[in-house]
């Protein structure tokens, strides 16, 4: 399982304001129960372990079994849809729609279950089909529309569904086919709806329907067989749920658009290299946006000039737009406004230059997206599609967002890489001097030694990182208990100390004379944090060295001596 998919949860906020209950269940055991749940179950919400059978009851075991199936399906997203009567409070039954859907809560796979309150209109139908064949008065007094058919004619409709559908009298509609007010793309789901009653008494459907006007809706339908006049007919009970629909496809859409900016900053967050970092943020946003092709153009320290520093398929484009300007054309307006934007080729303003190129390359559409660090513009992302694709709010929400949060994560690889470079500079100009600089971690383990070393001593720099007692072992006998000492000193609160050696090169059979210079690195708080030094061969300044030692004051470093503290040379 990828750490992307271990880290997306259920949007807990959001459920806890719904106005229905809603439950989330663990291996069939509840974890999180909403605000809705608790006034509607408070019993069951108080029990310690509450399940999906102590829920729904015994006479609801087959929902249960099918509810507790979705935790076996590997696929998220799965759904579950069907009406049950379930005690409530005491003794009263009351009849919910409950839906339960698969979903990924960090490491656990959950199921969500929400219901909602049908009793209502549960009612309503059971007293309509005992009653139709006495009154159309019953079907005329519904508040919901309601239509019975014969043979696919529409025979009777209350005022509620002439409302609902625009339609200005009865005479307009009896007589037609049904199909009249169900939109040829709701057909199908209509169709399997009236062959489902071959199996059960009542089913429900949802569908897309059109109004007298041409207006599409999104109707939810009940249908059930009675008899009509002696004859077999079929009553259909709508509800216009368009507005409903429309905000869970908008609270989706929102949850979908914050799941992909999360994986996308998952993804690149993990990478700090530069180059890579660019790279695998274009592939993430033109797979996020459904874009085909894409560039990306970094800033020059100055902020005038944007180039090209890595592209999908942009190979077209590439040549002309290699390099632009931030104060002047298309690129200044982007960086001004400091705002994503989304432009179709054929609206493409014309005082704007490349409209020609665009529609050479025969692209449609293109959408900019600065990646910004607080009101600097470090690079431009560009984004072309061939194909027509409308960009949604909540997408435009998305790029705005993706602006600022990769914006952010863009300093960090810049820094890191900026940073990198510098230190490999000063890695290449240390190892071009004939004097050794080492680092040493706090507890004295080298972890860098430059290449000349092996001039000076004989042995590579990985002979003393992978024997870390090698350095000593080349010492003078005399001189390695001093060697030791000093090292001990490393956590005095010193900042710098010098020695001087003897150290025995690899195949000779003289010491020579090896200065070592050490600087301790500190925190804030004076603890040692790390170690560099310095190894210079002083063999040839024997007279100097004997100056130095006739000259030095008591501490002083001397040959096969270091400066050290009273303590650490009795220590010694």
Not at 346 to 355: E, R, S, T
Request: hydrophobic share 40%.
């Amino acid at each position: 399982m990828t750490k992307e998919k271990k880290n997306k949860k259920v949007p807990l906020d959001v459920l806890d304001d719904l106005p229905y209950p809603v439950a989330i269940f663990s291996s069939a055991k509840a974890i999180w129960l909403n605000k809705s749940f608790r006034r509607t179950f408070p019993t069951a919400a108080g029990k310690p372990s509450l399940t999906l059978g102590s829920l729904l009851g015994r006479k609801n075991r087959s929902i249960v079994v099918e509810l507790a199936s979705l935790f076996d399906d590997r696929k998220t997203g799965r759904i579950f849809n069907q009406d049950v009567r379930i005690e409530s409070e005491g003794t009263t039954l009351q009849s919910f729609d409950v839906a339960g859907i698969a979903k990924r809560h960090g490491d656990q796979r959950v199921v969500v279950v929400s219901l909602r309150d049908v009793t209502a209109r549960e009612n309503a139908l059971r007293e309509l089909s005992a009653s139709l064949e006495q009154s159309d008065s019953i079907i005329q007094g519904m508040g919901m529309a309601a239509c019975v058919i014969e043979e696919d004619q529409i025979v009777f409709v209350n005022q509620s569904f002439l409302h609902l559908f625009r339609i200005s009298t009865r005479d307009d509609i009896i007589g037609k086919k049904i199909k009249k007010v169900i939109h040829a793309k709701g057909r199908k789901a209509f169709s399997a709806g009236v062959d489902q009653l071959q199996v059960s008494s009542s089913v429900r459907v949802e569908h897309e329907g059109v109004r007298a006007d041409g207006a599409h809706i999104i109707v939810e339908t009940i249908l059930s067989r009675i008899e009509y006049n002696r004859q077999p007919s079929l009553l259909c009970l709508m509800h216009d749920v368009t507005i409903r629909r429309n905000n869970e496809n908008d609270r989706a859409s929102f949850l979908r658009s914050r799941e992909m900016l999360d994986s996308m900053l998952l993804k690149v967050n993990e990478i700090l290299e530069w180059d890579d970092f660019l790279a695998k943020s274009l592939a993430e946003a033109t797979h996020m946006i459904k874009y085909e092709s894409g560039a990306v153009f970094v800033s020059d320290s100055a902020g005038d000039i944007v180039s090209l520093a890595t592209n999908i398929g942009f190979d077209e484009l590439a040549s002309t737009l290699s390099h632009q300007s931030l104060n002047e054309g298309l690129f200044a307006f982007i960086a001004k406004t400091q705002e994503p934007s989304v432009i179709a080729v054929a609206d493409y303003p014309p005082f704007l230059p490349f409209k020609s190129l665009f529609e050479n390359a025969g692209i449609h559409s293109v959408v900019f997206i600065p990646l910004l660090f607080e009101t600097s513009v470090l690079a431009v992302m560009m984004l072309v599609s061939a194909k027509p694709r409308e960009i949604t709010d909540d997408e435009k929400q998305l790029l705005s967002a993706m602006a600022k949060h990769v914006g952010g994560q863009a300093k960090r690889a810049m820094m890191y890489s900026q940073t990198k470079a510098s230190e490999s500079r000063f890695r290449s100009a240390i190892e071009e001097l004939p004097a050794v600089f080492y680092e040493r971690s706090r507890v004295g383990a080298i972890t860098y030694i430059s290449p000349s070393v092996e001039k000076m001593l004989g042995f590579t720099p990985s002979d003393f990182i992978s024997r870390q007692d090698l350095m000593r072992n080349l010492l003078h006998p005399d001189d390695r208990a001093l060697y030791t000492a000093n090292i001990a000193e490393w956590a005095k609160g010193s900042n710098q100390s010098s020695a001087v050696y003897r150290i025995l090169p690899k195949g000779k059979a003289t010491y020579s004379r090896i200065r070592d210079s050490v600087w301790y690195l500190r925190d804030a708080d004076k603890n040692l944090v790390g170690v560099r030094g310095l190894l210079v061969d002083v063999t040839g300044e024997e007279k100097g060295i004997e100056r130095e030692n006739t000259e030095a004051p008591e501490g002083g470093a001397r040959p096969g001596s270091m400066a050290l503290s009273s303590e650490a040379q009795n220590n010694a």
